[in-house]
């Protein structure tokens, strides 16, 4: 068996495309919301995806993401830790070293020819360390709290060309831009291009998984309509931490602080088990 094969994070992706269902990749920030997330995917009986941003290895010296590493390792269900969005090759290397199963190597804020460059290079950095990848081809319009903003940067439709030449990088996992936005919609609300989604369904033809990136204020049908489509990993944030933020705002300062925090983490896994069950991976591990 190769690495790839025993791999967490390509094995939770393979099984779910397998099973037609959706993955819940969910970015965390502190160690509540770590164990609130472990928390709903043993309760559901899901697979699951930690994701951190580049932020959190910075911030904690990456402390946090060996936490995370050590909370999937003992749970009972399969639990990969990945790196969303690592937009330089000096954070893609001390990744590397810490206990990931997957980097995104994120070269989307360049023009395309160096993206490729770029990405073959540091995928096979990252293949030698036994690191699954994922990479965006296009550019999807936005940011969020912890990642590079690309205002200002236009926003690039994936095309079914450019997914062979993603493909011929190497990587396990692509994010196709086709409508969907970093962080907010406005009040429009998403409006993704389903046909162009198919189009680089077809050309990818099981040889990467794809990923739903920019999920916020989604409805539980559009979330539905994009696993029946065929996205395998579904990144989210604020979608499963609304109300761990809308929490803390109404109870901090009125209750003790061990009773915030305890009663943090279950607002984490309540809405978490949530998204499981729209994705369709609940029961699933």
Known sequence: MSWKE????????R????????????????????????????????PLIIQFFPWAIEATDGLLVRAAADA??????????????AQSETIIKRAAELPFDSIMVDMSHYEKEVNLKMTRELVKYCNDRKKATE?????IEGGEDGVMDTAGLEACMTTAE???EFVNTGVDVLAPAFGNVHGEYGSQGPHLD?????KVRLRANGRVHLALHGT????PEL???CVGAGVTKINVNRLVLDDYYGHLRANVGKIPHTQLIEEGIQKVADLTVQWMEICGSAGKA
């Open 194 to 198: 389903f046909e162009m989604f198919e």
């Open 216 to 219: 916020n204020g989604f409805a």
């Open 135 to 139: 990479a965006e081809p296009g550019r």
């Open 6 to 13: 025993s791999n967490c994070h390509t094995r939770i992706l």
């Open 72 to 85: 999937a390792k003992g749970a009972s269900v399969p639990i990969s830790i990945h790196l969303d969005h």
């Open 15 to 46: 099984d779910a495309e397998a099973g037609r269902y959706g993955i819940i990749a969910a970015i965390a920030y502190n160690i509540e919301q770590v164990l609130g997330l472990v928390r709903a995917a043993e309760t559901a009986r899901s």
């Open 162 to 164: 450019e997914v062979d």
């Open 223 to 225: 979330m539905k309509r």
